[in-house]
């Protein structure tokens, strides 16, 4: 298994409303970039950095799997069905951030 690669996709509506498979960090990191949103977007910033952190080697994929999925649940992009439970391992590297969800998902 490569390193960058997520347990499992992150499917996105995007564009026309086709639906995308985001499987690594780097895919994730591009879409990032390519978003039109304020660049002083807290949970885009986050999103970001941690995809930056998973590439350096600094932390897990799966740690900015799980913020990259924040993001894109603030933006109402997740797919229908796309299962949005964080593992626990998820959980706790988001509490290492600082990070916790409100019932809206916006970053706290």
């Not at 990032?32 to 080697?57: F, M, V």
């Not at 799966?62 to 990259?68: D, E, I, S, V």
Request: charged residues 20%; aromatic residues 8%; glycine residues 10%.
């Amino acid at each position: 298994m490569e390193y960058h690669v997520f347990e499992e996709p992150v499917t996105l509506i995007v564009g026309l409303g086709f639906p995308t498979q985001v499987r690594t960090v780097a895919e994730a990191y591009a879409l990032l970039g390519e978003w039109h949103s304020s660049k002083t977007d807290p949970a885009r910033t986050l999103a970001i950095n941690a995809c930056r952190a998973a590439l350096s080697g600094e932390i897990e994929a799966q740690t900015a799997r799980g913020l990259f999925v924040a993001f894109a649940h603030k933006h109402d992009l997740l797919a229908p069905g796309h299962d949005e439970g964080a593992s626990q391992g998820d959980v706790s590297e988001r509490a290492r951030f600082g990070v916790s969800l409100e019932h809206d998902g916006r970053p706290t």
